[in-house]
Each structure stands twice: as C-alpha cells, then as structure tokens.
C-alpha cells in the first residue's frame, strides 16, 4: 500500500516536471526587455516670413524583446498605452515584430556594442548555456520513458535509471538557471550595452524582467528532484523485497 502511494506520487511529480520543464524549453519568454530612447526637442526655423521657429515634440522610441531558447523577438510599441509590455508580449504583439535565433546570440550582446573578445565570450557562455539546457530537457524525457517501461515488469533497475536520469535533469537545469542570473545580474554585458546606447541617446533606458519561461524552470527543477529521489527509493524497496 506504501509502495503504491509513493509511485503515484513520484508519477504526478514526474509528470508535473516534465510539464513545467518543457514549457519553460519551448516558450521564449526568458527575458523581458524593453528600451527607450526619449529624443528632446529642437527648434526649427518654420516656412513663415520672420523664420519662425517651430518647436518639434517629444518623441519617445520603445523596442520591447523576448528571448528563450529558440528566438529573441524585437517591435516597437506606443509608449501611450497602459499595460504595455503585458499587453503586446502575451495577447497583442504585432505582426511586425522581427525574431532572430538565440542559440549562440543571447541579448543585449551584438558585434556593435561588445568588442570582439566580449562577443566571443559571450558566444562559448551561451553554448554551454543551451548544452546544459538540451540535456536537462532530454534527461526528463528519457526518465519518463525509462519509468513508463518499468511499470509493468517492477523492475528495480528501470526504476533506479529513471530516478537517475531525472536527478540528472534537475542538476543541469538548475545549473541553466544559475547561469542565466549571473549572465543577467552578475556579469557586465547589460552594463557594456547600455552605456554603448547612452553614447548615441543620452535619455537611453533600459528595464529587465524574467519572463515565465524562467519561472517555470525553478518549478520544474523542484519536482525533478523531487520525483527522482522518490523514483530511486521505490527501485530500491523493490530490490529488497525480491531478495
């Protein structure tokens, strides 16, 4: 009774890890980002007699982007709406909005506002990066084929790889999630970009937020770890009650 109690547990956990991980793999909603670019105004000398000077208005320039694993999306927006990042990111982003791969080229890093040696780094720490996330992904999904297939035999062993290979998923997908704080909070890309900005727009800004992809990582870490010490424990129970 003990034994079936812990396998339906382990089963949910499980099944509720694999969920969270690969929606958090699949969604590029990583990052949040939004930039803006505030252009004062200048007078201008106006078609009238005397020359007026006309005064032009302020403008205000947004660029709202996403990133995930798969794309890192840019468009601009009206700065006049309210809501505005929740609004156009998850019910209204525009047609217009251009996306580019994200494997190798993690926001804000580009070959005009990093050196060369600033863009190489950042390009090996992404691929170890998206390494560990591909591995993560496909260690959970392997364990739950491992665990499906040790159902109907009872076999310990299966039971014990499966556990295995989702402690594994955890290890690395917390070892994702750590990398993207220090790349976000730690490291000086962001800094480095910025300032590149505010040589060309004095009035730059630059806001960051973690997306729900990154919130259901620690969700999905949790049951990982979770579900595979349980999935070890059952393995080795039954090992012991067929000797």
Known sequence: MKLSVALFFAGLF??????????????????LASERCH???????????????????????VVLYHEGFFWRCSFEADTNDD???WKLWFTNQPHSKVCMHSYLFPFPVS???HNATEYDSAIIYRGFWSIFMLIG????????????????????????????LFLLSGFFLLCVVVMYVVW?????????????????????????????????????????????LLFLLIGRTIKIHCN
């Open 137 to 164: 992904v496909v260690a959970v999904i392997l364990g739950g084929f491992f665990i499906i297939c040790a159902a109907p035999f009872a076999s310990h062993c299966l039971y014990k790889a499966g556990g295995g």
């Open 39 to 61: 252009t004062r105004p200048q007078g201008t000398v106006g078609p009238g007699a005397r020359g007026d000077v006309v005064m032009q208005e302020d403008q205000d320039v």
């Open 184 to 228: 976000v909070q730690v490291l000086d890309v962001v800094d480095v970009y910025v300032e590149y900005q505010r040589s060309v727009c004095p009035d730059f800004r630059l806001s960051l937020s973690y997306g729900l992809s990154f919130m259901f990582a620690p969700i999905g870490i949790f049951f990982c770890l979770l579900s595979g």
């Open 111 to 113: 070959h005009q506002s």
């Open 14 to 31: 499980g099944a509720l890890a694999a969920v969270f991980i690969l929606l958090s793999f699949g969604t590029d909603y990583w990052l």
């Open 83 to 85: 809501g505005l990042i």
